[in-house]
């Protein structure tokens, strides 16, 4: 079918139009093959002059006149027919697109393109198609309206911003995806400054396994590492103190049933004293999962009684082996952010506050820093992070907005069950499918999407899709996005630095974008790498340092004198729980042993009284 130019329903927009005494042929093809999903045009590679020009380049925008509607296609491949060049004469192409939806003006004179995903005119053979207006450029990646950001440029048309919805982008999570050194950590941090700054009330907590972003948001952030972590080991679940005490190991039935039965004695002799080893049944009784202060010493007297009972002649060497463990992770340095408390209190509320900054004081951010953590310590300090994070947003009744980030997020939530660790999962697991609803939010950014738990993955809504060269990789992304944008994903191996594709619900239609360049000192991992860099005095290396965080053991401390008398008949948060200092102050000699593993509180135990 033969369409006459003129003839031919133009754009009506004036500013859409080209001069009239331009060549159309320079810019102009014909559609000569279409279905359902993509279309075939015919165009030639140089203009009239003979100047091969980049018009049809892989990666461009087209648009296809229909009159009323444009058709908007994404060129995937171009090519000659016969593979031959001719230097004499005109070199006809043939150009492959795939549809993405139409564009189409307002109802009110001078308004703003429309566009839509859906296509409800399809191109006709012969229909023109040229190259995409900047106006028809803005409508496809239009966000209708919607509370957007601006986190870099379009690699179609760098004069164009690239933006993203940021309240659908955190509300059905998001995912950062891309092999190593393509720019990730800097994504990440741009879209942290850029969230903080539209969402004021958002608190994150990052996951940092290489300790690099507390530098990168100075103003934003507070740092928590393994020295200066306070989570108490009462505040665990059980589940999770059990992967703690059998270290990643398969548990043993028997001696989580003991716990299960031990543990709320132990709880209830923290809070009362003087009751013994009675249990009070009812709505306020005490279970192995509530957070409730208990004391390790205690725990294990209610072992050693159990083991001295007659009917319990079967169940020593449970109780025993159960016992082993339980010293045996209470003296090791790698849990000190555990059981290195000397008073047990009920300091929930600071932990928590301190950790999920409420309040934030100006600082929102929290980097856990988890560098030279075993991989068990790890994990069990993810779990329970993750599920106070679901269930702050849970009982804050929306009033706490959360977002977790989970930087290397494949190290402790893989795809294969034997190699993580199952609260963690769980717990994130909860948040990707039931965060939303709540205000709790979730981030994951790997270089490795294939080892990742799939389940976790489908939940993330949003994608950000930067160099995979892994083919594995690159089919997990492509299962995620539409077909109708799925060659986009033939430059996932080519993209340059700081190039992403953007699809989901935080954007209007697959987006190919050029994130902003931070400034040096504000990228991740910039100090430590000028740390590392060679001095001119000389390059030695410390490596008594270096051993000694090796074995991360700390520092014998001297003897001292306990200089505070605490009342036994009262328990942590009450009001004036420490009496101010005695005036005469118990003697206690150097050679002393006292025994602080197990929150013993350290007031008069094992002291005799001294006559004057």
């Known amino acids: 079918m033969f369409v006459?130019?003129?003839?031919?329903?133009?754009?009506?927009?004036?500013?859409?139009?080209?001069?009239?005494?331009?060549?159309?042929?320079?810019?102009?093809?014909?559609?000569?093959?279409?279905?359902?999903?993509?279309?075939?045009?015919?165009?030639?590679?140089?203009?009239?002059?003979?100047?091969?020009?980049?018009?049809?380049?892989?990666?461009?925008?087209?648009?296809?006149?229909?009159?009323?509607?444009?058709?908007?296609?994404?060129?995937?491949?171009?090519g000659k027919s016969d593979r031959a060049w001719s230097n004499e004469g005109q070199n006809p192409i043939e150009v492959s697109i795939e549809l993405i939806g139409e564009v189409r003006d307002g109802a009110e004179p001078g308004a703003k393109p429309i566009f839509d995903r859906g296509i409800t005119i399809y191109p006709h053979i012969g229909a023109i198609a040229h190259r995409?207006?900047?106006?028809?450029?803005?409508?496809?990646?239009d966000l209708a309206g919607r509370h957007s950001i601006t986190i870099g440029t379009l690699s179609q048309d760098e004069a164009i911003d690239a933006n993203i919805a940021i309240d659908d982008t955190l509300a059905r999570h998001f995912a950062i995806v891309g092999t190593t050194g393509v720019g990730k950590s800097t994504a990440v941090s741009l879209l942290l400054r850029k969230s903080i700054a539209a969402r004021p009330d958002l608190r994150v907590l990052i996951l940092d396994p290489h300790n690099e972003f507390?530098?990168?948001?100075?103003?934003?952030?507070?740092?928590?590492d393994s020295t200066t972590l306070d989570l108490p080991f009462w505040m665990f679940k059980l589940e999770e103190f059990a992967e703690v005490l059998f270290r990643g190991r398969e548990t043993v039935p028997e001696e989580i049933d003991a716990l299960r039965d031990l543990i709320?004695?132990?709880?209830?002799l923290y809070r009362n004293p003087n009751s013994g080893g009675y249990l009070r049944r009812g709505s306020d009784a005490l279970t192995a999962d509530t957070p409730v202060p208990y004391r390790v010493v205690d725990l294990i007297k209610q072992i050693d009684e159990r083991m001295g009972l007659l009917e319990s002649k079967n169940d020593r060497p449970t109780l025993k082996s159960l016992k082993t463990r339980i010293e045996s992770a209470a003296s090791d340095p790698r849990y000190r952010f555990m059981f290195n408390s000397r008073l047990i209190e009920d300091t929930i509320h600071e932990t928590i506050g301190n950790i999920f900054r409420v309040p934030h004081h100006g600082r929102p951010v929290t980097c856990f820093e988890m560098a030279g953590m075993p991989s068990e310590v790890v994990n069990s300090v993810c779990s329970v992070l993750a599920r106070?994070?679901?269930?702050?947003?849970?009982?804050?009744?929306?009033?706490?907005?959360?977002?977790?980030l989970c930087e290397e997020a494949h190290r402790y939530?893989?795809?294969?069950?034997?190699?993580?660790?199952?609260?963690?999962?769980?717990?994130?697991?909860r948040i990707a499918k039931e965060g939303r609803k709540y205000g709790c939010y979730l981030g994951v950014v790997t270089q490795r999407p294939g080892e990742l738990d799939p389940t976790i993955l489908s939940q993330c809504s949003t994608f950000f899709a930067m160099r995979l060269a892994n083919e594995q990789d690159q089919a997990i992304v492509r299962s995620a996005i539409a077909d109708s944008s799925a060659s986009t994903l033939a430059f996932l191996s080519s993209m340059g630095q700081r190039e992403a594709i953007a699809f989901g619900e935080g954007v209007a239609t697959t987006m190919r974008l050029k994130f902003e360049k931070l400034s040096a000192d504000l990228i991740p991992g910039t100090a430590k790498r000028e740390e590392a860099l060679p001095s001119e005095i000389g390059n030695d290396v410390d490596l008594v340092a270096i051993v000694e965080r090796l074995r991360n053991v700390p520092k014998p401390q001297q003897a001292m004198a306990f200089a505070e008398v605490v009342d036994s008949n009262r328990q942590a948060?009450?009001?004036?729980?420490?009496?101010?200092?005695?005036?005469?102050?118990?003697?206690?000699?150097?050679?002393?042993?006292?025994?602080?593993?197990?929150?013993?509180?350290?007031?008069?135990?094992?002291?005799r009284p001294q006559n004057d």
């Open 388 to 404: 106070l994070a679901f269930d702050l947003a849970l009982w804050s009744e929306g009033r706490l907005r959360l977002l977790l």
């Open 4 to 78: 006459d130019r003129e003839a031919s329903v133009g754009e009506p927009t004036l500013q859409e139009r080209r001069k009239a005494e331009q060549n159309d042929k320079r810019i102009l093809g014909n559609v000569v093959q279409c279905d359902g999903a993509r279309a075939t045009i015919s165009a030639y590679a140089a203009d009239v002059e003979g100047t091969v020009t980049g018009h049809w380049s892989v990666g461009k925008m087209i648009s296809i006149n229909l009159g009323t509607t444009r058709t908007v296609g994404l060129v995937y491949e171009i």
């Open 132 to 141: 995409i207006r900047s106006r028809d450029l803005q409508a496809v990646y």
């Open 573 to 607: 948060g009450d009001p004036n729980y420490r009496k101010p200092p005695a005036p005469t102050v118990a003697r206690v000699q150097s050679d002393d042993d006292f025994d602080m593993r197990y929150g013993l509180k350290p007031a008069t135990f094992g002291l």
């Open 413 to 429: 939530m893989p795809a294969d069950p034997r190699l993580g660790f199952a609260p963690t999962r769980h717990a994130l697991s």
């Open 264 to 268: 709320p004695a132990a709880k209830n």
């Open 214 to 224: 507390a530098a990168s948001l100075p103003e934003h952030c507070v740092r928590v």
